[in-house]
């Protein structure tokens, strides 16, 4: 490989490096947390993308298929194949082999997954790094597969939902550009689609594209392509807008060749703007696209905004609500209620500053007027440090479409003026209530009632003015919700529901650990257990984790036990406490037992070992269909009068459907094991 392409990669391998690639596998996280080598060969580059990929280890998946090339659209495949072998340095006797194997890679692929191959797709492209690498056939396709199901979105075809989510990423950070390629009609895919189809492989120099690679595997993060995609017009904004003369198809032709100008030196500063960028953008973005990635074959929700209508980024209510809370740093919205003063004084999110959207039309220069005070209101905040400032404007209707008319056109005024970091809040004012009303009802945070309040300055309560706001809607929710929730329950629950509901107000006594301090509330989820599901939330359950001081607690370095041998699986996630409270926590599988570290605020890079449980002590691993990412563990023994509790914790895990089902395994395993001895 190239210097260049050795120098974009820093770092250096350590003897755990070594150690893991000479063996043939290494645990995921490991691999993503230690830096590049400064010697590439192929050999190493292929067992770090196989590594990074998840398919070191794994079998032939080609041994079942009979090797016969026969789709209807064989000739184009075999056609691509050989172009791909006529742009690779190879030998005369390897040209054979190669455009073999390229053939058959797309050919099973395609017969595995029922796809019809057509000349525009940028398999071939993505395919060309991974022969540099002189992979075996079964890896090469293993990779290839890999690749497709993690890092290539869904839908990346003309028109697919994954383009019109990077424009509205680009109209949030440079709405300038944006509107200047809109004026031209050029929409992302015709420039992009096989930046994104190809990890850019179709139009960056190899060396290039392997140095891109191995930081981009190593991130372990599909949606960075995204946020790569958005540094390369970035970038390229002023020899963009000084094409204004120029033909939309000049211009399209300018945008495609963007990627060739990168050079390998270049990639650490590409990706450190992208991370960069990805800091400034929601987590909604991600949070709400989730499905573009993964191996489902599930195709897009219904229910799903359609992004081709969105008139901006939009962002949920609970992210709103946690990001002025919990963040210092990163989003932080200034909140703009745009409905009629006679609902923004009915009730309102206590933060927002309220714009009356009818004024656009009405009285346009008290409409001026009010803009203005927007803005001041907006740098005051931000220089007082206000819980309601933001630099990223989050504009919030009714969440009615008719009514909810006049606020897109305010909407587009900002837009228009190339204001950056404009975003809507989803689902509006009714769902910020339905979310406060649902929260309010599972327990989780009762102070959620004091979000809203009238224009006199009181709060609303879950009886009264919550839903005034929305003819009473919000309280029906609530008197409903309460009543079959009774209905359905035991008369102990009945009373612990009547003593909570009388309560709401009155503080709990608890005793307080240091570790309180730091910890964060989090305002974003409910508790698995909670009144309409299957079991009732019991505040008699034990917090294992809460039993012991932190001063007492043996304190490790989270690197040095990450790395041990005996740990097949590290899980990155937030311990979530029964007062709501969150600490960034990681959770360690062995063979035999699961181990929970929490990370100590004042020493980067240490945890407590917060708890020890043996797998075969799980009893049941739960979650809510709302909050999927929250799961509850709990702990205990089978005894004659059925199950007993010894411990429950309660855990936010990114990605949790993976994470419960590598415990899942690695639980069974246990249990066949202690069967058969």
Known sequence: MADTAEEALQGSWDQDRADALDSGGSDMEMERGINQNTEHSAQHRAKMWKIALNVSGKGDSLSPWDGVLDLPEQTVIHRRSHQLIDQLDVSEEERRDTACDVESVITFYCKSRNISFSPEMSWPHLLKPLLGLQLPRSDLYNCFYAVMNKHIPRDCVPSGRPFHLYRLLLQYHEPELCSFLDTKKITPDSYAINWMGSLFSSHCPPDVTQALWDCYFRQADPFLIFFLMLIILVNAKEAILSQEGDSREDIIKMLQESPSLLEAEDVEDLFSLAQYYQSKTPLSLRKMNQNLFGSSLVALKEEDTDLSQALCLPVSVPEILQANQLQQDGVRFFVVDCRPAEQYNAGHLSTAFHLDSDLMLQNPSEFALSVKSLLEAQRNSLESGSVASGEHLCFMGSGREEEDMYMNMVLAHFLQKNKEYVSIAKGGFMALQKHLVDMNIEGLDSSYLHWIVSTSGSHSSADGELGSAADGKGVKSLVNKMTVAL???SVNVKEKVISFIENTSTPVDRHVSCSDRVGKAYRGVKPVFSIGDEEEYDTDEIDSSSTSDDDRKEVVNIQTWTNKPDVKHHIPCNEVKETGH???????????????????????????????????????ITSKKKHPELITFKFGTNNSAGVEISAVERYLIPNAGDATKVIKQQIMKVLDALESS
């Open 487 to 489: 209905k359905t329950k």
């Open 582 to 620: 969150m600490f960034p926590s990681h959770l360690l599988i062995t063979a035999t037992h699961m181990y929970g570290l929490r990370e100590i605020a004042s020493r980067k890079g240490f945890a407590y070992i917060q708890s020890r449980q043996a797998l075969n002590s799980v009893v049941k």
